[in-house]
């Protein structure tokens, strides 16, 4: 097979097996929790860990693949996936779960940037789109098939396997990346911002895992505490040390630039539905339905179906209606179909459930499309490997924060009914808190002017159009 095939392949298998990991969990976390013999809520951790892994870690990936070569990084975030994948099936704690999967996270942290990194410097430029289409659709196919598989594996076999299956497919993956891939290095070597990696590192890991565990009784809270106002030093001590070097390990520069403030703010605030979802959804068709982790895994998945669906049209709505429109408008309907979960019960048909998930999906990912494009509508040329860094870390704290928020408003609801165990209902306080949170996200919006990333989307200015009606 021809090199510029297979390298997009090798690196969309990894990719396919590290978006995958991150849903395929979802629909297990209660057979988990029985099994480690804790508190379903109290497995956030494992999510919000991986996810904080990869935001630690993301920033390092370019400047290590220039430095140690692209496919030696390549290979070892492979190795250390599968390591992490390893410590998760032979955990018999939640600590120890907890600790796989941070080290999962530190792979996978390094695969995704350095994958593309990969294709951008080994396929000329006039097949690049092409092999692009290899590295996109891991990310629309593994959350619609991790649910369910997570979901079979659980039912039929162990939740153990939906770890190990990661193993068999690491190794070919690593074997292939040896003989295929180009160990591709930089020309230039710019020098490594160690200090503010460390400090942005703590900050982000303080501040995040703090919330993550407040409320579970997990930690004193004296060490919530610290680790809550620590984080928030460390990430002040870095604005400072930012400010006085010419290449920090983030550049929040880059927030001068009204659409890249846009995606990332708006984005992180309104992709706290999509962290709360993936999370919240299974606990509550498991433990408040009574379904199997395989029947939720199925009709979870009809979110990401739906995601799936819009790509086709998602092209054709923003040259349409603009950047901006679709921002503002979409928020909305998104929150509003995110809101709508707080109304299942019991009596709810499936067919219902699968169907407002899948209209969900379909406009979440129109969203989800827009803003990641719009982030590098002003962003030049030379600065654009920073501005991924960044993107990548707020998409990943996103995450993470929406179901730290999602599991906290469950908390408060059991805590304030205090009429037992965890039951259905307490799932529709923390639906409707994180539906709108989601919708306050329009207020970033309405700040993008109405040309935002009109190049981008093929589409006239708003000035040229009305030009253009007038004439004809």
Partial sequence: MRRDRIVPLIVAVALFMENMDS??????????????????????????????????????????????????????????????????????????????????????????????????????????????????????????????????????????????????????????????????????????????????????????????????????????????????????????????????????????????????????????????????????????????????????????LGAMGMKWATTKFLRRFGFRNILIVNSLISAVFLGVCATFTSATPVAVMVTMLFVGGFFRSLQFTAINTIAYAEVEPHRVSRATALVSVAQQLAVSSGVAVGALAVELSVRFRDTGPLSAADFSPAFLTVAAISATSIFIFMRLSPDAGAEMANRLPADDETTDRREA
């Fill in 23 to 304: 849903t395929i969990i979802a629909t297990s976390l209660p057979a988990i929790a029985a099994d480690l013999q804790t508190n379903p809520l109290a497995l956030k951790l494992a999510i919000t860990s991986y996810l904080l892994s990869l935001a630690v870690f993301i920033p390092a990936s370019g400047w290590t693949a220039d430095r140690f070569g692209a496919r030696t990084v390549f290979r070892a975030a492979i190795a250390v996936f599968i390591v992490g994948s390893i410590g998760c099936a032979l955990s018999t704690s939640l600590g120890d779960f907890v600790v796989a999967r941070i080290i999962q996270g530190m792979g996978g942290a390094m695969m995704t940037p350095v994958g593309r990194l990969v294709l951008v410097r080994s396929i000329p430029k006039r097949e690049l789109v092409g092999a692009m289409v290899w590295v996109t659709t891991p990310a629309l196919i593994g959350p619609v098939i991790g649910p369910p598989v997570g979901g079979f594996i659980t039912t039929f076999a162990s939740w153990h396997w939906i770890f190990l299956i990661n193993v068999p497919i690491g190794l070919i993956g690593i074997v292939l990346a040896s003989r295929y891939i180009p160990d591709i290095r930089a020309d230039r070597r710019e020098p490594f911002d160690l200090s503010g990696m460390i400090l942005i590192g703590l900050g982000i890991a303080g501040v995040a895992f703090g919330f993550s565990v407040l409320g579970l009784n997990y930690l004193p809270w004296t060490v919530v505490t610290t680790l809550i106002a620590g984080g928030a030093c460390f990430i002040a001590a870095y604005l400072v040390h930012a400010r006085r070097i010419d290449n920090p390990a983030l550049d929040l520069t880059l927030f001068r630039l009204p659409t890249f403030f846009a995606s990332v703010a708006g984005g992180f605030v309104f992709r706290l539905g999509l962290g709360a979802l993936p999370f919240l959804l299974p606990l509550l068709l498991q433990i408040g339905f009574g379904m199997t982790p395989f029947q939720s895994g199925m009709i979870t998945f009809a979110t990401a």
